[in-house]
C-alpha cells in the first residue's frame, strides 16, 4: 500500500476503503469480474466499492469491518491493510482507564480555572494612585 493513512481511517473514509479493496484485488491479480464472483457481488458493486461511492460500502464500521475480513479472506492480502487486528487482552480496559483519568484531571483544572475567575471578580481592585500626589 502507497498511501500512509492508518487503517482504522480505511474503515471509516469511503474513498480510502475503495482504495484499499481495489489494492487487495490487486494483490490477489484478480480482475472485477473474478472478484465479483467470488465475493457474490456484481461487477458495478465492486466498482462502487473501489470508487468510493458512498453507500456502497455499507453504513456503520462493522459492516465495513465484516466486508473487509470477507476480503482478506478472498484475496490473502494483510489484514493490516484493514486494521482486522483484535485489541490486546485488557488493552481497552487500560484505554477507558487512562481516558477516565484524563477526564478527571481536565474536570479538575476547569474548576481551578473557574475558581481563580470568581475570586479574581470578588477582589477589589487595588486604586489608582493620582501622580499628582507624589512629592518630588
Given at each position: 500500500m502507497s498511501r500512509?493513512?492508518?487503517?482504522?481511517t480505511a474503515l471509516k473514509d469511503a474513498q480510502e476503503f475503495g482504495r484499499r479493496v481495489a489494492a487487495a484485488r490487486s494483490y490477489a491479480g484478480m480482475k472485477r469480474p473474478?472478484?465479483?464472483?467470488?465475493?457474490?457481488?456484481?461487477?458495478?458493486?465492486?466498482t462502487r466499492w473501489e470508487d468510493g461511492a458512498k453507500g456502497s460500502i455499507g453504513a456503520s464500521i462493522?459492516?465495513?469491518?465484516q466486508?473487509?475480513?470477507r476480503i482478506v479472506e478472498v484475496t490473502g492480502c494483510p489484514p493490516e491493510w484493514f486494521d482486522l487486528s483484535e485489541p490486546e487482552p485488557?488493552?481497552?480496559d487500560r484505554l477507558r482507564d487512562e481516558m477516565d483519568e484524563m477526564k478527571t484531571e481536565l474536570l479538575e483544572e476547569i474548576e481551578r480555572v473557574r475558581a481563580a475567575q470568581a475570586s479574581a471578580q470578588r477582589s477589589p481592585k487595588p486604586a489608582e494612585?493620582?501622580?499628582r500626589s507624589h512629592d518630588n
Open positions: 500512509n493513512v492508518h487503517p482504522v473474478a472478484f465479483a464472483k467470488v465475493m457474490g457481488r456484481s461487477v458495478p458493486t465492486i462493522e459492516q465495513r469491518r466486508l473487509a475480513q485488557g488493552e481497552v494612585e493620582d501622580p
